[in-house]
Every structure is written in C-alpha cells, then in structure tokens.
C-alpha cells in the first residue's frame, strides 16, 4: 500500500550512501581561489608605487589558471555547459538562501587567495634575490582566516537550527501567488540528486573539524615561515579544508 511504499523510500534514503559530484566541489573551491588571488593581486598593484611586471605577470596567470580549470570542472556537472554561469541560482533550497553563504564565499575565497599570493611572493623572492616583491602581512591574513572560522561556525550553526517556513513561494523561491501543479515528490527528483545530498550526523561533525583543522588553523600555523615549503605545506592543507567545507555546503543542503 502507500504507506508501506512511502517507508520503503524512507529507508532506501537513509540507507543511501553519499556521492557528492566532485566536479562542483572543485568548481567551487578552485574558482574561489582564483577570483581571491586575483583580488588581492589587485590590491597589490593599486596600493604598491612600484610592481614587478614578472610577478604580477605569473599571479595574474596562476589566478585565471584556477577560475578556468574551476569553470571546466563545472562543465561536467552541468548537462548544459552554456547555463555554467547559472549553477547555483537556486533559491529553493533554504541552506543556501541565507546571508552567510556570500559572505562565507567571500572570505573563503580571500583566504584561499592570499595564502596562495604569499606562497608565490616567497618563492619569488627565494629566486630573485634582486627583485624582492612585498608579501602580504601575516596579522591581515590571520584576521581573515579568524574571519572564516567565525564565519563557518555561524552559517553551521543557522542551518542546524533553522526550521524553513512552510510555504510554496519559499521552495520555490517565487513571490505572489504560487499554485501547486503537482504533489510533493516522496521519493528523489533531479534537484535532490543534483545539488542536495543526505550525510550522517556523526560523519559531518567529523568532516567539519577537518574543515577548520586543515582550511584555517594549519595555515595560520604556517604563516609565520618565509620558507617555500611551509607556504606549500600551507596551500596544501588550505586547499584540502576547503574541499571538505564545499563537500558539507553540498551534502547538508536542505
């Protein structure tokens, strides 16, 4: 009957194993990264009274390198490259439809950006001894990588608590009058599969301490060092936090 259907997709979705698309994950992460490199070469071009044209050169090249492989990740995901700018313009999912999700972004990408220009600003320098490049200061990208704690604390914990209002202008994202054309689905449908995935409570406790261990405390653990190594060791482990953070924005959307 229906109700025994109705608990056999409630136990087949519980018993569902998760398979985030690696491609929007890299998407994410990689694109972020490329934009805040590029962001913060900006700055550096603006408020320096004199550049190297090589380095700016080789910055501006790592950062359109990141956004690209990034935005071609995404192609594969995408079953219409042509809507690849489209990607995540669903409001219908109230996880995302908060202020923090920008601003976690944008501070995400900063850091990711930043740690990224040092790590090249040293090796610059380690190489040209006579064309020293000035690197960012360490107390700045400290205050960024805080930034991004505080700020990842606060979006989990609004979606850990946040109950979605129960109106069909809110899942769809609509304003007006909204009918219903058809019944809520009870088993999966495109959007479930595509962009929202199911974890356990204990796995994403886990994967969120990873996510601070890796993306943020590492780094700043590393920052201090001029070495080259350190600095690799520091966008390394900031590159892996940041998978992790983007695998839980997918997997604990709801």
Known sequence: ?????????????????????????????????????????SLFVLFQNSTNFTFTAIVAFISGLLATIGLLSSLFHLGHPKRAWRAFSIKAIPAWANHYVPINYILLAAASGVIIFNAIGYTFNALNDHALVPVWNINIIT???????????????????????????????????????????????YLTKEMGYRTARKTALQRRALALLLG????????PSASITENLIAIISCIT????????????AR
């Not at 695998?247 to 604990?252: G, P, S």
């Open 1 to 41: 009957n229906r109700c025994w259907r109705a608990g056999q997709v409630a136990k087949r979705r519980r018993n569902t194993k998760m398979h985030p698309a690696f491609s929007v994950i890299i998407f994410t992460t990689l694109s972020g990264a490329g934009y805040g490199l590029f962001g913060f070469l």
């Open 241 to 252: 936090g940041l998978i992790f953070e983007r695998w839980l924005f997918f997997a604990e």
């Open 143 to 189: 205050g960024i990588l805080i930034a991004c704690t505080a700020a990842k604390l606060l979006y989990w914990r609004h979606i850990d608590t946040f109950i979605p209002p129960e109106t069909i202008q809110s899942a769809t994202g609509l304003k007006g009058k909204v009918k219903m054309f058809e019944r809520p689905h009870s088993g999966e449908n």
């Open 216 to 223: 943020f405390v590492v780094p700043a653990l590393m920052l």
